[in-house]
């Protein structure tokens, strides 16, 4: 229940109370319903008057579906995020465990377990530093320490994971491999598979429950050695447990956006902390906190900043695009670069982080825009097919004809969007293949393998995309990456959106160039003096990095500071802002540890019908901020109205929202 409380129940009549372990799943009658519930303690007394106590109607399992150590997980993190526990058991369950069903899968009678990969491919000869970092690491299995892997696109960091996990394999230990929600599950898995003749299990998004609940059977029978996953796998019961590895760690899809709002590779770094072993944290644009404990605190800093295997980092440039003719967002310099970079047999990459045709319909006789009816945003603009959509609520509608405000058939597209520049770079260069990768591209099961594949064996050769590009692929043919619009991100009033560019675009950057075909990168904007643009044309994210942090520090933002943030929205403005401002009250009455800043509109003020707003809390100490939330929290969930609001605890934000 999405309730801060437990709830107490009388022990089914038949069961020896001795038998009853904590996370055992039992069934309970509540309201006028039956519920899975996970059995936590026995208490010898209850608020509630005995003669209203319900008893408990079976005891589902026979032993504990969540071992202690998840147990203990699940209790932390609901207490450092100040969810409901319910909601965070529910999160650590599979499904079909979830719904009540037992831990097994009924297999087909007599069927063979799937046959175990031939080990293939062999260790490669490491480079002195992945060498030194994988005897790191090796001599500190079988207790707790936090590496950090800051390497370059392609500095052979997979391949020091992959020679850490032989020598845990060896020992008979399992490793948990954390990777971002992307479409790299697949490659991931083949390169794992090819290297190890063990069983691996794989838990993401694109499984069926049944798939799902054998891969987290799998490794909780320690059947399966290695465990590769997606955020919620964090939470998968490995009993021989021996590393964990966190691949991109700086990914915003190990926070969770709603609900349960946790951070998976926070609690990756807990749980390594509580099992005494190992952790990787890998990137090439690790995030502020990570090189902020990792340069003043107690990570272990290991950094790979060549290129395995002799290829060069690519080169930067800026392209200033002030007075300048643009065709389709494409300047003239631009448009020449790529005609140099294609007819000297490579490809090229072009990165915009806007799908659609245009992100405007906008009236030319009255400059009336196409807005969403529920949103505080407007609706972009779709060609194929023809549609209005808005990015944030998924609302759809047909083209107006005219204009909804004046009349007139005078509507125009404004701005650019993937589907636009796709249609301008195919008129431009109508000889080269082209693929376009983005989220309307790649709806179909199997499209961006057959993508990526044309892309591997040069069928394709302009490839343009938004940050799905971004992420994880490495093109060796590429050798020329062009920014279209890095001003977008410049001026946000998200604290973390400069951090999120730089590392946007220095990961955009490490796709391209390799040995003997190195790579440029060519940075469009209208700000070409902005400090930050002239930082990132450095190419060097460690001095990016160090330049946030000096920021951070001046405006006591994270991680020189704890921040949460208390977000609310109803369908009614004055609902939220009374409500923040009964919250606000409470939070004033418990003194001044913590800053209260709002309630201010949230980034967007409307959205999917509702209005937003919040309150920013902010403690110089973590502890400070979780002891007054703690007291808080028990206030607020005595406020009388607030059931017809929405409301939530977002610790540790990604974003402003
Ligand atoms: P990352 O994970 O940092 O992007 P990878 O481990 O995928 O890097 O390595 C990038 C490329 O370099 C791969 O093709 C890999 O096979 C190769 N590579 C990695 N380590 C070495 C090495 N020590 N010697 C030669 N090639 C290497
Ligand atoms: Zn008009
Ligand atoms: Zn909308």
């Not at 919620?232 to 590393?243: C, K, W």
């Not at 009336?368 to 509608?397: F, I, S």
């Not at 001026?491 to 796709?511: H, K, M, Y």
């Not at 990095?545 to 991680?559: I, N």
């Amino acid at each position: 229940m999405p309730l801060r409380k437990v709830f107490d129940y009388l022990p089914v009549a038949e069961t020896v109370l001795a038998d009853l372990q904590p996370g055992m799943r039992v069934r309970v009658p509540f309201q006028r319903r039956q519920l899975v519930g996970i059995f936590l303690e026995l208490a010898s007394q209850s608020e509630l008057d005995p003669s209203r106590l319900k008893p408990i109607e079976a005891v589902l399992d026979a032993s504990p579906i969540l071992p202690p150590e998840i147990l203990k997980l699940c209790l932390w993190a609901a207490d450092y995020y100040h969810h409901p526990v319910g909601e965070v058991l529910a999160a650590a369950l599979p499904g079909l465990l979830r719904q009540g069903r037992p831990p097994e899968i009924k297999s087909k009678k007599n069927a063979a377990p799937p046959p175990l990969p031939e080990p293939g491919s062999a260790p490669l000869r490491l480079n002195d530093k992945q060498e030194e970092l994988v005897q790191a690491v090796t001599a500190a299995l079988n207790r707790f320490s936090v590496f950090t892997v800051d390497g370059v696109t392609g500095s052979g960091k997979t391949e020091v994971y992959l020679q850490a996990i032989q020598t845990v394999l060896e020992q008979q230990k399992q490793t948990l491999v954390l990777i971002p929600e992307i479409n790299l599950t697949p490659q991931t898995l083949e390169r794992f598979r090819h290297r190890f003749g063990v069983p691996i299990a794989a838990i993401h998004s694109g499984l069926t429950e049944k798939a799902r609940l054998q891969a987290w059977l799998n490794a909780r029978s320690a059947t399966a050695f290695i465990l590769i996953g997606t955020r919620s796998a964090v939470f998968t019961p490995l009993p021989r447990l021996g590393l964990i590895i966190v691949d991109e760690e700086h990914d915003s899809s190990f926070k969770q956006h709603d609900g349960f709002r946790y951070n998976a590779r926070d609690l990756a770094i807990w749980r390594a902390r509580d099992a005494q072993v190992p952790i990787l944290l890998g990137s090439a644009t690790p995030s502020l906190e990570t090189l902020h404990r990792s340069w003043e605190g107690p990570y272990r800093y290991f950094s790979l900043p060549e290129r395995a295997g002799g290829a060069t980092l690519p080169v930067f440039r800026v392209v200033d695009l002030r007075r300048q003719y643009l065709e389709e967002g494409l300047s003239a310099e631009l448009l020449q670069g790529l005609t140099t970079h294609l007819k000297a047999g490579n490809q090229v990459l072009l990165f915009l982080n806007r799908r659609g045709f245009s992100p405007v319909l906008i009236c030319h006789a009255c400059a009336w825009m196409a807005t969403c009816k529920h949103c505080d945003a407007r609706m972009t603009y779709h060609l194929r097919p023809t549609r209005l959509h808005c990015h944030h609520c998924e609302a759809q509608k047909a083209v107006p004809v005219r204009c909804e405000a004046c009349g007139e058939k005078e509507l125009q597209t404004l701005g650019l969007g993937t589907e636009r520049l796709e249609q301008a770079l195919q008129k431009h260069f109508p000889d080269y293949p082209l693929t376009r990768i983005d989220r309307d591209t790649t709806r179909r099961k199997g499209k961006i393998e057959e993508m990526l594949g044309d892309i591997q064996s040069g069928a394709s050769r302009i490839l343009l995309g938004t940050q799905m590009v971004a992420k994880g692929h490495h093109f060796p043919n590429v050798t020329l990456v062009g920014i279209i619009d890095s001003d977008y991100g410049l001026f946000s009033s998200d604290f973390r959106a400069a951090e999120r560019l730089g590392q946007l675009l220095l990961q955009v950057a490490g796709r391209a160039g390799r040995a003997t075909k190195p790579g440029e990168v060519w940075i469009q904007t209208h700000h070409p003096h902005h400090p930050f643009i002239q930082l990132l044309q450095q190419g060097n994210y460690q001095q990016v990095a160090k330049a946030l942090l000096q920021e951070r520090e001046q405006a006591a933002l994270p991680p020189y500071s704890s921040l949460a943030l208390f977000h609310a929205e109803a369908h009614r403005l004055p609902e939220v802002e009374n409500f923040l401002n009964q919250v606000k009250e409470l939070a004033q009455s418990l003194g001044n540890s913590v800053s209260i800043r709002g309630p201010i509109s949230a980034l967007m003020a409307r959205r999917a019908g509702r209005y937003r707003m919040q309150l920013l809390l902010q403690a110089e100490h973590k502890k400070t901020l979780h002891a007054f939330l703690r007291q808080l929290l028990q206030k607020v969930e005595g406020l009388s109205n607030k059931l017809r609001i929405h409301w939530a605890v977002d610790v540790d934000p990604m974003e402003l929202e």
